[in-house]
């Protein structure tokens, strides 16, 4: 089919001419505006490059952003300070986009979209509609100009918590509300949407929407590489996936020496008449790694030194979102890695950054037995696009992503109303 060989070839055209924007190096794009000094709790960048938003309960989450001609968005010196806490709490020190690698299933395209098709260049201009209530900001991209590409505002996320006592004469229940951080990055045909939500109770949520339009493809589906998409069976959109890839760089409680541990819950079926019963294990990852997501398997990272008033340390757990790990790279055959930071170790695959001759440029290659003590966290989360009629026109976004969790960061709930402070450790009985 002509159309989709032109818009194929299109999207060639738009890497080429991302390669010769690039020249000779990463450009580095802020905003337009600056100024102002920085309070001693509030991270060091000017008040420009700052985001700071106190939340229901009391809750203030504070960091910097920047924005990259290859990765796109980055979050920078992330904390979270809970109501009580004396101080904000390091979280991360950066985050942001890896890679989104996107092979087509008939084996004819395949994409590294961030390093290869020109993402970061894409940056598009928001509507203020497309910002409720937010504020945008402007994002100074070299020789393409300022795009209004930033947004952050808040959006309500339903119950954050409800109890209700015993005699139903009483319930406790709070409606949140999410700091949102989100720019939509436009690559050929597709849109994504790059979104960090940070809730009040500590948890942070990344996600990647993919919408904008289909790159059609024509390709006989009775194969079970496409699917028709037009009348009849004459237009058949390629299969495809979406490999995304983040990568985080803990710094709990200001150091880079966070622990990473596996946990693995085993389940044993009843004897006779008994019950099921289940037994978890911990294991310190110590050494790179190359993990594979199982159930009952789970993954978090440890502060080398915050406690929090209960005296446990201090962690955030890694909790992936549906997954269709996809195993055609070797890079995308496990769902998290944990290596040793190296500067020049920043994309899950097509590293375009030097790290010498010879140097392998994915991710998998980098976990070679090296002990860890300043952990660089990975995540790979892969969608399976079957198209479908409904994905035009335009294509309803769909969302791939992942939560950390806060793990003892704090001793109980941080939006835990007075009257229920005391129950820490010790629930009311009949409660
Ligand atoms: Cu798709």
Sequence with gaps: MLFSRLRRARRHGAVLAAAALLGTATAAAGPVT???APAPTRPDCSAAYRIEQ???GGTTWRMCWRYDTDHGLILNKVTYQPKGAAAPIRVLNSAKLAQIHVPYDDGNAEYDDLTGAGFGWGLQNLRPAECPGGTLTPVKIPEAGTVNGLCTTTRSRGHAYRMANDEGTKVWQAQGKDLLVYTVNKVAWYEYITEWRFSSDGLISANV????SLSPGDYNATDGRGWPIGPGAGSYATSHAHNVFWRLDFGLDGSVKDRIEQFDS????????????????RTPVTKELAGDAKTMRWWRVVSANGKNKDGHPRSYEIVPGPSAKHDGRSFTRHDVYFTQTKPCEQFASNNIRDCGAGAPDSVDKWVNGETLTDPAVWVNIGFHHIARDEDQQPMPVHWQGFQLAPRDVTAMNPLTPADLADQNGAPRLGS
């Design 34 to 36: 600056a100024t102002a």
């Design 209 to 212: 929407g993919a919408t904008g």
């Design 54 to 56: 106190k939340l229901d």
């Design 266 to 281: 085993k389940v044993t079926p009843p004897r006779g008449s008994g019950q099921p019963k289940a037994k978890t294990t």
